[in-house]
């Protein structure tokens, strides 16, 4: 998500008027725009397992609005993640049926199932392309979409999960 014109003013640090408190704050939402964009991994890795999951920012972002409105610090940047937000879910759910989809499919061939297995070829292969192919024109749907993938990989080939379907909380 592009930062908005006011954002990019309250980090401008060469202003001698700038407020410390405010500029925290500015960059809080910074970084939570960032993670947003990056599919919940803090370092721009979606599909690793220390990325966040829709729910964790979900709370974060309630918890930020309900502040802003008290302080009326950057109410209409934090208002605006929140709103943008169930896409962003839709697209992490969609991430998990994309794999359930794919593992289906693999059943039927040892070859693709032995790739689909490998946690690299299951990122490269799998969920990047899917993800590519479905929001082909918004990235950080496709690392949503990458990160949901991933969860339910992780649920089945490492928690010895069944093909049910069903979404990963």
């Given at each position: 998500m592009d930062?908005?014109?006011q954002l990019r003013h309250l980090l401008d640090l060469p202003r001698a008027e700038?407020?410390?408190a405010v500029f925290a704050d500015a960059l809080v939402?910074?970084?939570?725009?960032?993670?947003?964009?990056?599919?919940?991994?803090?370092?721009?890795?979606?599909y690793l397992e220390s990325a966040l999951r829709p729910q964790q920012l979900e709370v974060f972002l309630a918890c930020a609005?309900?502040?802003a409105q008290k302080t009326q610090c950057l109410e209409h940047e934090w208002r605006e993640l929140q709103q943008a937000f169930?896409?962003?879910k839709y697209a992490w759910e969609k991430g998990q049926l994309l794999f359930w989809e794919d593992l289906a499919h693999a059943k039927g061939?040892?070859?693709e199932m032995e790739l689909l297995s490998q946690e690299d070829f299951a990122v490269d292969?799998?969920?990047f392309v899917s993800a590519s192919i479905l929001y082909?024109?918004?990235a950080a749907f496709q690392n949503w979409a990458i990160n949901g993938y991933m969860v339910a990989w992780r649920k089945h080939f490492r928690e010895g999960g069944e093909i049910t379907g069903g979404l990963c909380r």
């Open positions: 930062m908005n014109q700038i407020d410390p939402v910074e970084h939570i725009s960032s993670l947003i964009d990056s599919g919940g991994g803090s370092i721009r890795r979606p609005v309900s502040t169930s896409h962003i061939d040892s070859k292969l799998y969920a082909f024109a918004n």
